[in-house]
């Protein structure tokens, strides 16, 4: 009995936080707005995205959103170094698909905290557990030459997203009415 609690203990900082009431004591109102308008707001950009993006993009998106989504607990592990994609759809963009970038996964012993480590636009924060297959992302935005934020340091830069495992090693960040320049965006780590 003491070695099963044992090794559950060791299990536990690699898995991301549990959001058990303290996600809804950090997520601001106007995130959970955004949370509240997620699914008509990504019915929307993907439908302007696939009828006016290039063959090409919108082939990206779709196998980036293909699968259904998988347990994000148990013996799925998210740390380590990751490549991951910027998509951007709506808001004047029907879909813009950017080259690959650097992402890490990193635990720090409160869970599984991301880093976007190349791009002009960058971002960091944690994944919360909503359900055995979809977390929450509370991160925040700055750009490449300006010092990282903290989720809550400056409402413009608050990125909140749903995060989905849809592959054995692909995790799909949905960024409902971001900040800037798109009403729709994905991060989008594969290794």
Known sequence: ????????????????????????DLITAEDKARLAQFDEVKEKALKEARSGGTGADIRILNDA????????????????????????????????????????????????FLKKLSGSQRTQGRFYSESDTRMIYLGAGHIHDEPPRKYGEDARENQIAVVERLGENRLVLQFPKPAYESDFDLLVLER
């Open 65 to 112: 959103m293909a699968g259904t989504p998988l347990s994000t607990g148990g013996a799925f592990d998210a740390t380590g170094k990751w490549s991951c994609r910027t998509i951007k759809m709506g808001g004047g963009l029907a879909l813009t698909v950017y080259s690959p970038f650097r992402c890490s996964v990193s635990d720090d012993g409160s869970g599984w």
């Open 1 to 24: 009995m003491r070695l099963a609690a044992f090794l559950l203990l060791l299990l536990l900082p690699a898995c991301p936080a549990q959001a058990d009431g303290v996600l809804q």
